[in-house]
């Protein structure tokens, strides 16, 4: 069993006070004055990744044509970043800011992301998810970088066969975003089997916090909870294994560094999986509404949903001795203080009253 699941075990017993867990401090100085690009950095985990990579010295380029990305999420960065607006599908716009920048490491983190959206325009998913990350891999080739990192999905293993997901779980993608994560991750692999392109995949499990762009669950019970003492939501008994999003992007660069043989995937997760209502109940409690009722909304209901992700992350933490630091209700904490400093408004809510893609 792995440190997650013996840890996981003791959780059990309790409630969510997970405490955040002793790690040796991971060594980021292999990034100091180096150029680091992130793709999809004006996003959420890109956005969380650009201010931990900015701590350790880096040169940091954003490249994002902002399609779900917020230029609020780089805001307070001015002066300390350069940020290039263009799409990856324009190889000559993408060929040219990496150039320009003397790229050495490019972090991945571009995609089509949120699930429904795919019901309607699947095509696009393919191509961004796909085609963009075929032209970012041919980049690096290209210009000779050390190393790029593919943010891949949990999604890729489709329904949970055992307790915990490792690396070799059967992969299964049950959604058209997973087919279109799987197909980039595994394209990663070819690429490097046919061109030797220095390419390491990164399997994220859901990660949360601050800055977050799409409607996911605990944003949206942040956002209802902040109006009102009901929250409305689809499956509340799926379970989903978070992590908080800073421990995320820690991970992210602590297995660009590490001896990964390029090809590989590696997962990123916390290990701790939490029921919808349970995540539901206690941002209640943090949010100073204990009584608030859970309603389930069949309009939220997915079309098809996985119902428990929880992450073997054991060969991410011998790799590089990656552990998560953010506790679940700390990290809850901090994401609803964020929110009620940024204006109380996450920022799809500019485009979307509630969240009718729910279906
Ligand atoms: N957030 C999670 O919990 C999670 C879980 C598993 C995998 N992932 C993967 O991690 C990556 C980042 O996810 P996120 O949650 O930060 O999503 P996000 O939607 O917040 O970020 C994606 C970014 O890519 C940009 N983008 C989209 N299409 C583009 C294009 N054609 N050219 C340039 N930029 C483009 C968007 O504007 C956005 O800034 C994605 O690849 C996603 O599939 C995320």
Same mark, same amino acid.
């Given at each position: 069993?792995?440190?997650?699941?013996?840890?996981?075990?003791?959780?059990?017993?309790?409630?969510?006070?997970?405490?955040?867990?002793?790690?040796?401090?991971?060594?980021?100085?292999?990034?100091?004055?180096?150029?680091?690009?992130?793709?999809?950095?004006?996003?959420?985990?890109?956005?969380?990744?650009?201010?931990?990579?900015?701590?350790?010295?880096?040169?940091?380029?954003?490249?994002?044509?902002?399609?779900?990305?917020?230029?609020?999420?780089?805001?307070?960065?001015?002066?300390?970043?350069?940020?290039?607006?263009?799409?990856?599908?324009?190889?000559?716009?993408?060929?040219?800011?990496?150039?320009?920048?003397?790229?050495?490491?490019?972090?991945?983190?571009?995609?089509?992301?949120?699930?429904?959206?795919?019901?309607?325009?699947?095509?696009? /998913?393919?191509?961004?998810?796909?085609?963009?990350?075929?032209? &970012?891999?041919? *980049?690096?080739? =290209?210009?000779?970088? #050390?190393? $790029?990192?593919?943010?891949?999905?949990?999604?890729?293993?489709?329904?949970?066969?055992?307790?915990?997901?490792?690396?070799?779980?059967?992969?299964?993608?049950?959604?058209?975003?997973?087919?279109?994560?799987?197909?980039?991750?595994?394209?990663?692999?070819?690429?490097?089997?046919?061109?030797?392109?220095?390419?390491?995949?990164?399997?994220?499990?859901?990660?949360?916090?601050?800055?977050?762009?799409?409607?996911?669950?605990?944003?949206?019970?942040?956002?209802?909870?902040?109006?009102?003492?009901?929250?409305?939501?689809?499956?509340?008994?799926?379970?989903?294994?978070?992590?908080?999003?800073?421990?995320?992007?820690?991970?992210?660069?602590?297995?660009?560094?590490?001896?990964?043989?390029?090809?590989?995937?590696?997962?990123?997760?916390?290990? /701790?999986?939490?029921?919808?209502?349970?995540?539901?109940?206690? &941002?209640?409690? *943090?949010?100073? =509404?204990?009584?608030? #009722?859970? $309603?389930?909304?069949?309009?939220?209901?997915?079309?098809?949903?996985?119902?428990?992700?929880?992450?073997?992350?054991?060969?991410?933490?011998?790799?590089?001795?990656?552990?998560?630091?953010?506790?679940?209700?700390?990290?809850?904490?901090?994401?609803?203080?964020?929110?009620?400093?940024?204006?109380?408004?996450?920022?799809?809510?500019?485009?979307?009253?509630?969240?009718?893609?729910?279906?």
């Amino acid at each position: 069993m792995n440190r997650g699941a013996s840890s996981q075990a003791k959780r059990r017993k309790g409630e969510l006070r997970l405490p955040a867990e002793e790690g040796s401090p991971l060594n980021f100085a292999g990034y100091h004055g180096r150029n680091v690009m992130v793709t999809g950095g004006a996003g959420f985990v890109g956005s969380a990744l650009v201010r931990q990579l900015l701590d350790t010295g880096a040169n940091v380029t954003v490249y994002d044509n902002f399609l779900h990305g917020s230029r609020a999420n780089l805001d307070d960065l001015k002066g300390k970043i350069a940020v290039i607006p263009g799409d990856v599908l324009d190889e000559w716009k993408l060929l040219d800011a990496a150039t320009g920048a003397n790229v050495e490491y490019l972090f991945h983190c571009v995609g089509d992301t949120y699930v429904p959206t795919a019901y309607d325009v699947p095509k696009r /998913f393919f191509r961004i998810n796909v085609e963009g990350t075929m032209n &970012v891999l041919l *980049l690096a080739k =290209r210009t000779g970088m #050390k190393r $790029v990192l593919y943010v891949s999905s949990t999604e890729v293993y489709g329904e949970a066969q055992a307790p915990q997901i490792d690396e070799g779980h059967p992969l299964h993608p049950l959604n058209t975003y997973a087919v279109s994560k799987l197909a980039a991750d595994r394209l990663c692999f070819s690429l490097f089997l046919e061109h030797k392109i220095p390419v390491v995949i990164a399997r994220i499990f859901n990660a949360y916090g601050p800055r977050e762009t799409e409607p996911y669950v605990i944003p949206e019970i942040i956002a209802q909870l902040d109006r009102g003492d009901t929250v409305r939501l689809g499956n509340i008994h799926a379970q989903r294994d978070f992590t908080y999003v800073d421990d995320t992007a820690r991970g992210l660069m602590a297995l660009m560094l590490s001896d990964a043989p390029d090809g590989t995937p590696v997962n990123v997760g916390s290990g /701790f999986p939490y029921s919808v209502e349970q995540v539901a109940k206690t &941002v209640a409690r *943090l949010m100073g =509404r204990p009584n608030a #009722k859970i $309603v389930v909304d069949p309009k939220r209901l997915r079309r098809y949903d996985i119902n428990v992700f929880c992450c073997n992350n054991s060969l991410l933490r011998k790799l590089t001795g990656w552990v998560p630091q953010v506790g679940f209700e700390d990290g809850l904490q901090r994401t609803i203080e964020w929110f009620r400093e940024h204006g109380r408004r996450w920022s799809w809510e500019e485009f979307v009253d509630e969240t009718v893609m729910y279906r």
